[in-house]
């Protein structure tokens, strides 16, 4: 059977950046004989050039400096071998699951939920819708994503497309340089950040088909009240989440194709995960 | 300008996989108004349907079951929180960096070699190479891939393609299970397992465009004399290893492409990774 992710992939990529040059080289293929039934590739046929330019990297490089929820200790990385007295160098880490860029998967907040390392793997590749709350957001730290911001983008994009990845882009990824400004608290204990409102929550889950969701800061619910709104809602239906996410500003908002290296450790409730997109 | 992998790989699953069909959605692709040109994609035109099976997860599943290198320990993991107590769950880790599916970092061997956290990541996308070595390890597991195995593959499957990811499939994939199997530990205390012979590492170096190269066992170097050629010349020449690989009997010998989700944390010499292969 045809891979049809990427078949889809390329037919968008093919409509964006230049159809008739691409049908040039698919249609050399048509007259070399018996391509059209090949069911394995010419040798030599595959290739990635390297120096393509057009995978970025959506994760914070992880270290002590990055700022992490009150709960939770920064990454300790402690050097145990080294070159001179052991041949190879090699470092212990220790660290807290929910810390970096990394993934929320559903037994995070859900009795008996699945651990990141049981999801089934085709939920990793997926097209990746971004929706900016930033404007508002630098104004209003404790506003959420509405579902009025969901379908202002579908009038632009298009519906959200089936088992698509939905990320919000608030602003947070600039202030990671300065912790405080990060989790922002409040001369009362309070921390103000950005998140899923709970109604648009519900709607990605209800109404749109969706393996999971990510944001730039730490949580994917808004930070100032407490609720666990989204976490509840976006776990409780089997998605995962990815928070900490980085450079989403430099992706579309439509049309790019995210790729979770989502943690596999045994009975994971999250941990860090490499995300990379491809446009 | 065009996304070359994306296009290249899709030429080819074309070619394999049906491309008359496809076509006729390309076809269709053209005949729309405005397509040829167009910059932006048609709303809804990006599709990765959930329950395509061309996803393969090369990660062994991380536990403290694991077998790992006797300088190292195995995966601790702390359940910190509780949903009862604390509304979420979540764990504390500690691990080595070389345990588990991993990546090793020029810095592992190779004094100023660069750590994981900076390797371009147009590396971590690549054409894999599945060269099997498993026949001859199953009679002899201090055997090494020469430079004719690699020759060999060739002649099959044509010249190892610009910027790829050569693994050997040794076999030792299936005695995970059996921790004391796959370290393969003699009554003198030498570890036997497979690896790459220092002169095919010269040569795939050398001779042939690498990002890096993978291993189902847990070091690149075979593990009877206790040489460090194999990774003394891969990461000395700027190239990273995936030590104990899983599932490379599910993919093709060539024409999968690799997916290398590697750690990011700052000065890594390596650390768990999650690899997938698209078919």
Request: proline share 7%; net charge negative.
């Amino acid at each position: 059977m045809c891979a049809p992710f990427v078949i889809d992939d390329v037919r968008e990529q093919l409509s964006r950046r230049g159809f008739l040059a691409a049908l040039g080289g698919a249609a050399a293929l048509v007259a070399a004989p018996g391509n059209a039934s090949a069911q394995t590739p010419a040798p030599g046929a595959v290739r990635l050039p390297r120096g393509f330019r057009d995978v970025h990297d959506l994760t914070h490089t992880y270290s002590s400096k990055l700022p992490v929820f009150p709960s939770f200790h920064p990454l300790q990385m402690t050097p145990k071998f080294s070159i001179a007295k052991d041949g190879f160098f090699a470092s212990e880490l220790t660290l807290d699951e929910h810390t970096g860029t990394h993934m929320d998967a559903p037994m995070h907040f859900v009795p008996g939920g699945v651990s990141a390392d049981r999801l089934p793997v085709d939920r990793f590749i997926a097209p990746l819708c971004v929706v900016s709350i930033a404007s508002r957001a630098a104004k209003d730290a404790d506003t959420t994503l509405a579902v009025d911001d969901v379908l202002a983008w579908e009038r632009t994009h298009g519906r959200i497309p089936a088992g698509a990845f939905v990320a919000i882009h608030t602003g947070w990824d600039a202030r990671v340089p300065d912790p405080a400004s990060f989790i922002n608290r409040d001369a009362a204990g309070k921390n103000h950040a950005p998140g899923f409102g709970a109604e648009a929550a519900a709607f990605l889950v209800g109404q749109r088909d969706i393996v999971g969701v990510g944001t730039d800061t730490l949580s994917l619910d808004m930070t100032a009240t407490g609720t666990s709104a989204a976490h509840v809602t976006f776990l409780g239906a089997g998605k995962y989440g990815i928070e900490m996410l980085a450079n989403l500003t430099s992706v579309p908002a439509s049309g790019a194709t995210v790729i979770i290296g989502g943690p596999k450790h045994e009975g994971a409730s999250g941990g860090p995960t490499r995300v990379y997109a491809v446009v």
